[in-house]
């Protein structure tokens, strides 16, 4: 049957749509999946569904329905479809992979890092929990990956808030220390990312502009503190690419102090 059925055409396919014979749906539907008809695959997985339930083939269709919305890239329907089977099936034969697929199509769907980034964070969470359901899975190090990219698109999301803060200076109020703080906390939030030397010399940057730019009674302690900066920076990046900007703020700083 099914090598016959790898036969039909588009007018056969409207047929079977209509179709009340869901077994023979069922079969057809697993036939266009594995030639990737995506497409004609969900949708007759979609009709058989219902009819599906308590039968031996219930789990099978769900998860694959989820692979199709998967392949053919709608990554939000894929998702829900995912959820619905680990929801339905906490202990099926696809719950494990599933969960994993349902977090990686959230994945896959994040924005650039300069929109909001709502489904980014929905994202992470979906891959914690993964994670925490199944410590010692083989997806365990693809889920970390993916954690770790996903964490780094927040954190440029908030180095560009720093460095738009850094870029208005003194307009309209103390920009600077926005600056800092947006930094600081990017960095004590995600400490590993790929930007801490980035984030790191921008707020060195951001002190000493404040300092260049303050008012006297200020200026010495906020010279002093990007002093202190400076030794932290460099302790930190002893070879950083930034060093001869870090090094001349410092020498300018002393300068100023002095």
């Given at each position: 049957?099914?090598?016959?059925?790898?036969?039909?055409?588009?007018?056969?396919?409207?047929?079977?749509?209509?179709?009340?014979?869901?077994d023979?749906?069922?079969?057809?539907a697993?036939?266009?999946y594995?030639?990737?008809?995506?497409?004609?695959?969900?949708?007759?997985?979609?009709?058989v569904?219902?009819?599906?339930?308590?039968?031996?083939?219930?789990?099978?269709?769900?998860?694959?329905l989820?692979?199709?919305?998967?392949?053919?890239?709608?990554?939000?329907?894929?998702?829900?479809?995912?959820?619905?089977?680990?929801?339905?099936?906490?202990?099926?034969?696809?719950?494990?992979?599933a969960?994993?697929?349902?977090?990686?199509?959230?994945?896959?769907?994040?924005?650039?890092?300069?929109?909001?980034?709502?489904?980014?964070i929905?994202?992470?969470n979906?891959?914690q929990?993964?994670?925490?359901?199944?410590?010692?899975?083989e997806?365990?190090?693809?889920?970390h990956?993916?954690?770790?990219?996903?964490h780094d698109?927040?954190?440029?999301?908030?180095?560009?808030?720093?460095?738009?803060?850094?870029?208005?200076?003194n307009?309209m109020g103390?920009?600077?220390?926005?600056?800092?703080?947006?930094?600081?906390?990017?960095?004590?939030?995600?400490?590993?990312?790929?930007?801490?030397?980035?984030l790191?010399?921008?707020?060195?940057?951001?002190?000493?502009?404040?300092?260049?730019?303050?008012v006297?009674d200020?200026?010495i302690?906020?010279?002093?503190?990007?002093?202190d900066?400076?030794?932290?920076?460099?302790?930190?990046?002893?070879?950083?690419?930034?060093?001869k900007?870090?090094?001349?703020?410092?020498?300018?700083?002393?300068?100023?102090?002095?």
């Amino acid at each position: 049957m099914l090598s016959a059925v790898m036969l039909v055409g588009c007018t056969q396919y409207a047929k079977v749509q209509k179709s009340m014979d869901y077994d023979y749906k069922y079969e057809l539907a697993k036939v266009y999946y594995m030639e990737g008809e995506y497409s004609q695959a969900a949708s007759l997985l979609e009709d058989v569904l219902a009819f599906m339930k308590g039968t031996m083939y219930a789990e099978e269709s769900l998860y694959m329905l989820s692979m199709c919305y998967f392949d053919m890239k709608d990554y939000v329907t894929a998702s829900h479809y995912f959820t619905t089977y680990f929801n339905t099936y906490p202990k099926g034969v696809y719950a494990e992979v599933a969960r994993f697929m349902s977090a990686k199509a959230l994945y896959l769907d994040t924005p650039d890092p300069r929109l909001d980034q709502s489904s980014t964070i929905r994202a992470i969470n979906e891959i914690q929990v993964f994670t925490e359901y199944y410590p010692y899975s083989e997806y365990k190090q693809a889920a970390h990956d993916m954690l770790y990219e996903l964490h780094d698109r927040l954190v440029e999301k908030e180095y560009r808030s720093a460095k738009l803060y850094y870029d208005l200076g003194n307009y309209m109020g103390n920009n600077y220390q926005a600056c800092i703080i947006t930094a600081q906390n990017a960095l004590n939030d995600y400490p590993y990312t790929k930007l801490r030397e980035d984030l790191s010399i921008l707020i060195l940057r951001a002190r000493y502009s404040m300092a260049k730019e303050s008012v006297r009674d200020k200026m010495i302690d906020r010279y002093r503190d990007t002093i202190d900066e400076y030794h932290a920076f460099k302790n930190e990046f002893p070879e950083s690419k930034y060093l001869k900007e870090a090094e001349k703020i410092y020498r300018d700083s002393q300068k100023a102090i002095k």
